[in-house]
Nanobody, 130 residues
Framework: QVQLLESGGGLVQTGGSLRLSCAASGYDFSTLYMAWFRQAPGKQRNFVAAINWSGGSTLYADTVEGRFTISRDNAKNTVYLQMNYLNPEDTAVYYC???????????????????????WGQGTQVTVSS
């Protein structure tokens, strides 16, 4: 059973930066596709970014492309989300997710879909003040 533990959330001013971390255990991390999703109050959960098992390929939501960077360190069983130029619309609970199988490279919509991920963390709150 995979366990995911997020950290790094907090309160930051508009234009600031945060780096989220997600430590995984209980599975061969280097074989997992990893992603970040977020959910703002009263809204549905949305895809933010994903990374393939090797770290050589990434996908981003249009709303964060160019500001956020997803990366992973397979030696540390950890995936990161570097968030720059934050704005109040980025305020949400951020969730780390893992998938054992994804049609990476052939079905982008499937990568965005939360139902295709097998494991989820508890979430970490990110609040951006104006």
């Amino acid at each position: 059973q995979v366990q995911l533990l997020e950290s790094g959330g907090g309160l930051v001013q508009t234009g600031g930066s945060l780096r989220l971390s997600c430590a995984a255990s209980g599975y061969d991390f280097s074989t997992l596709y990893m992603a970040w999703f977020r959910q703002a109050p009263g809204k549905q959960r949305n895809f933010v970014a994903a990374i393939n098992w090797s770290g050589g390929s990434t996908l981003y939501a249009d709303t964060v492309e160019g500001r956020f960077t997803i990366s992973r360190d397979n030696a540390k069983n950890t995936v990161y989300l570097q968030m720059n130029y934050l704005n109040p619309e980025d305020t949400a609970v951020y969730y780390c997710a893992a998938a054992r199988v994804l049609p990476w490279g052939s079905d982008v919509v499937a990568v965005w879909a939360g139902e295709n991920y097998d494991y989820w963390g508890q979430g970490t709150q990110v609040t951006v003040s104006s």
